[in-house]
């Protein structure tokens, strides 16, 4: 899949170009091929971009149906002209793909076969006509769970089968959160370029308040968020359980100081 994206130079909504350098992090959820995935997530950190690209990539190279659900029917007719469209416009090589008299329209797109569907989760009707593969659940948290379970019999006809969760977690061992502590809990770990300390970001054992900069859980001394970035790596607290599951903190984004995150 990265290939696609190197193949030109991929766009964000509004055409702004994405540097996947500083993405780096969400590279490894990008391609993951895992059928059944759960991203526990902060805000803005380029989680939506990622699963558009991702949606749009299984749609052209693989011809599935696939259902993206948002919490409400307003939420898709902002998120899809908002940022789907735009990413479509920008990119070339996705616009390819798209023939013409293919279905073009808020709620549901075409590519060849294969069809995406943008649904809300607030109209009992909107879960019952639709057959897919695979299942995109954004905002999982702010969603009608019942109606997220009626999406999920949609899959009942399909080989592949596969869903995705991400959302901001609310409350504890609810949505997203009761979703992660069954998945192999991947956390975005380094060790420390001082004292060798392996770790992952916590709020209350790696940022000094007072100075307002990360630092080591061990020997304190300061981290970069270039540090952050280049000595990272994913790795799963319960590796072997069937679903994979990140934790996406915007305290491994390195475009978010500490000095950002305590404001």
């Not at 790696?206 to 307002?212: M, T, Y």
Request: hydrophobic share 35%; proline share 4%.
């Amino acid at each position: 899949m990265l290939a696609w994206i190197n193949k030109e130079q991929i766009k964000g909504e509004k055409g702004n170009s994405i540097e996947f350098d500083n993405h780096r992090f969400l590279i490894d959820i990008f391609e993951d091929p895992a059928p059944n995935q759960v991203i526990r997530k902060g805000a803005q950190i380029g989680m939506s971009t990622t699963a558009i690209l991702k949606v749009l990539h299984a749609a052209i190279f693989r011809g599935i149906n696939q259902i993206y659900t948002l919490p409400t029917v307003d939420d898709v007719r902002a998120f899809v002209p908002g940022k789907v469209n735009q990413i479509i416009e920008a990119n070339e090589c996705i616009k390819r793909a798209i023939e013409p008299k293919s279905v073009d329209a808020v709620e549901q797109k075409q590519f060849g076969k294969s069809f995406i569907y943008f649904k809300g989760t607030f109209t009992e009707r909107e879960a019952i006509i639709l057959t897919s593969d695979r299942n995109i659940y954004d905002e999982l948290d702010k969603s009608k769970m019942e109606i997220v379970r009626d999406y999920a019999s949609r899959l009942g006809f399909s080989k592949i089968r596969e869903q995705y969760y991400f959302s901001t977690p609310t409350i504890p061992d609810f949505g997203i959160d009761r979703l992660w502590k069954q998945s192999d809990q991947k956390h975005w770990r380094f060790n420390c370029p001082y004292c060798n300390f392996r770790q992952h970001m916590e709020w209350e054992k790696n940022v000094d308040l007072e100075r307002e900069i990360y630092v080591c859980q061990k020997c304190h001394r300061e981290l970069t968020p270039e540090m952050i970035k280049e000595l990272g790596e994913w790795e799963a607290k319960y590796p072997g359980r069937n679903v994979s599951g990140y934790w996406v903190s915007q305290m491994i984004a390195p475009w978010r100081t500490a000095a950002d995150l305590i404001k």
